[in-house]
């Protein structure tokens, strides 16, 4: 038994989720690294992962009573009821705090910490839209057009396009285009223009 705490992957019990909070591939990974984690029977049904596979991964497969009264920390994607688990426990999963704040108030009146990941950005849009993409070291570079997150980023790109030699993308900051390429891009417009009138 280690110092670390013991991870519990619980079935999922809402009506039509197919997901599993953690796979097997994972699941070795966690237990290489000394983490104990426990896995209810049947889990990984709905995403084709056998209780073989879990067990074989290094998890222990224990009935959820068990593994809601051993685990320190509970993986799930839908909510697991305030109610089943107890103080000092953490949560992690699509919580949905915002659309369910009487269950929010729930965990915290148990004692229950709580991690939503819903709340989370999302960071591969490309992959989301069916984009290629490339791997170039720690960086991803897009093969399509980029994301546009303001409305006069969206007049930018479309008056970039009639522009002949518009410099090279040099990559989208947290807010859309960065403000050199805002500043060059107008000026690629006013050029083209000149030249086409």
Known sequence: MSDLPVVGVVRETAAGEERVALDPEVTA????????????????RASWFRDQDYASSGAQLVARGALLERAQVVLCHQPVPSGELHRGQALVGM???????AAASAYAEAG???????GLPRTLSAAQRGGDQTLDGPRLRRHRQPTVHR??????LQRRQVGAGRPQ?????????TTDRLT?????VRAAGRSSG
């Open 29 to 44: 990974k966690l237990v290489a690294s000394g983490f104990d984690v426990l896995v209810e029977p049947g889990a990984g």
């Open 151 to 156: 409305p006069e980023d969206r007049q930018v």
């Open 184 to 188: 060059s891009t107008r000026h690629d």
């Open 95 to 101: 919580l949905q705090p915002l659309v369910d704040p």
């Open 112 to 118: 229950v910490d709580t991690v939503s990941l819903d």
């Open 169 to 177: 993308r040099r990559g989208l900051g947290a807010g859309g285009l």
